[in-house]
């Protein structure tokens, strides 16, 4: 039904309302992004998710239904006969595909997260974790480009579909497949490790990746200068940057502080909430030690988690001051170490990724034809024609010479006759 508001003619300034409600919806995807941080579950995926169910819910209604709700008075049951029986047979209901990559290639997962940054591959952890796991995994994967536009089930990013099947939450992701394709990457670990590492990572999801929402919400200018966040890329949008910042930061801000809050940092002064992290950040120091990884020389998932959470802290634009960034640099340098050491092994395209902010950058790509093919392409092109040109001339000289021999005998009769008649004479 149209609202009054719609009917309404297009007055003067209803454009520009336009353009700022476009902005805001646009930005919005990215605050997900940001916010995510502090869990799988993207902020504003209930409402996306509330969306999808009642579209559905308006898919699946029978037929008829609508229509009897709509009517005023009569005998139901005879107008439906009647109209049963003068209806030709309707069409039987497309299944629709439950996956979005339908074309989707066996044991291929296709990972659904967010797009790339010039500082590191996602300021999401939690998509970070997973896709830093399905390389130390050495899984098949493919990164989906759907510019913030696709959601699970649940509401979340990231998810991946796997042989037309969707599994979401990067912890339910990575430990489905892990058991589908025998990649446990704790099966060496002893129940006191498999213990310690259970406590870690909640103390790391659970709690310092709050710590880094929490400043975030609170310098938002700071964040995407600090990890040079282009707003019209990431979206895909030709909306102006500076109209997108500006929403950005307003509706990251709200929205931000609002998860903070109801988590229990939020009540805290901004001092109070970094020394927490500091906390969090010796206590890994400590168990790491001089280790190259967390129980050994092997990476396990406590170092998958520990190096997505890390990053986000250790790779901001230097000129940005953050605190923890500080601290971990000057207190805790075996962690910085230890991200080093994960961001070498499992990301060997990280330059590519941070340059040309390719998800895909693992995945070889065709070689374009080069300058020197096209060249060496008109070489044997040329030499062809030189050797045409040079039979054809070949073939002349063969027939002028034919008609040299042709005419030199006729030459020497003539000769030979002229000499006859002066000897008569």
């Not at 390389?135 to 699970?152: F, P, Q, T, V």
């Amino acid at each position: 039904m149209a609202t009054e508001t719609e009917n309404k003619p297009v007055v003067a300034g209803e454009e520009e309302k336009k353009v700022e409600q476009q902005a805001a919806a646009a930005t919005a995807t990215t605050v997900e992004a940001a916010t995510t941080a502090a869990g799988d579950k993207a902020a504003g995926g209930e409402a996306v998710a509330g969306g999808d169910t009642a579209d559905k819910k308006a898919e699946e209604k029978p037929a008829g239904e609508s229509a009897a709700a709509g009517g005023e008075g009569g005998d139901g049951a005879t107008s439906s006969d009647a109209t049963a029986a003068t209806a030709p047979a309707k069409k039987e209901k497309e299944v629709k595909p439950t996956v979005h990559k339908v074309n989707f290639e066996k044991d291929v997962v296709y990972l659904y997260q967010f797009t790339r940054t010039p500082m590191l591959p996602s300021i999401s952890p939690f998509c970070l974790k997973v896709e830093t796991w399905l390389r130390l995994a050495g899984l098949k994967y493919e990164n989906i480009d759907h510019k913030l536009k696709l959601r699970s089930k649940k509401g979340q990013l990231p998810f991946v579909e796997v042989n037309g099947e969707e599994i979401a939450d990067s912890t339910i992701i990575m430990q489905e497949l892990a058991t589908r394709y025998d990649k446990d990457l704790d099966a060496a670990l002893t129940q006191e490790q498999r213990n310690i590492a259970h406590a870690m990572i909640s103390m790391l999801e659970n709690h310092l990746v709050w710590v880094v929402l929490s400043w975030r919400s609170k310098n938002t200018e700071q964040m995407l200068k600090g990890y040079k966040i282009n707003l019209q890329h990431a979206l895909g949008s030709r909306l102006p940057n500076a109209l997108l910042n500006f929403f950005f930061k307003f509706q990251f801000s709200r929205k931000g502080a609002k998860k903070v809050k109801a988590q229990g940092l939020g009540v805290h002064k901004p001092e109070e909430v970094e020394e927490f992290g500091r906390k969090d950040l010796k206590v890994l120091s400590e168990l790491l030690a001089d280790k190259p990884f967390f129980f050994g020389d092997e990476p396990t998932t406590l170092d998958c988690v520990a190096f997505s959470v890390l990053a986000q802290i250790h790779f901001i634009l230097d000129e940005v001051k953050y605190g923890l960034k500080e601290f971990m640099q000057e207190n805790c340098p075996n962690l910085v170490g230890h991200v080093s050491r994960i961001k070498e092994r499992c990301f060997p395209d990280w330059e590519d990724i941070c340059t040309k902010l390719d998800l895909n950058a693992h995945i070889p790509k065709p070689e374009p034809e080069t300058k020197e093919n096209k060249e060496g392409a008109d070489t044997e092109k040329t030499a062809e024609q030189d050797k045409n040109e040079s039979e054809k001339e070949l073939e002349k000289d063969n027939s002028n010479e034919k008609s040299e021999k042709k005419e030199e005998p006729e030459k020497v009769v003539e000769e030979n006759k002229e000499k006859e008649e002066a000897a008569a004479k």
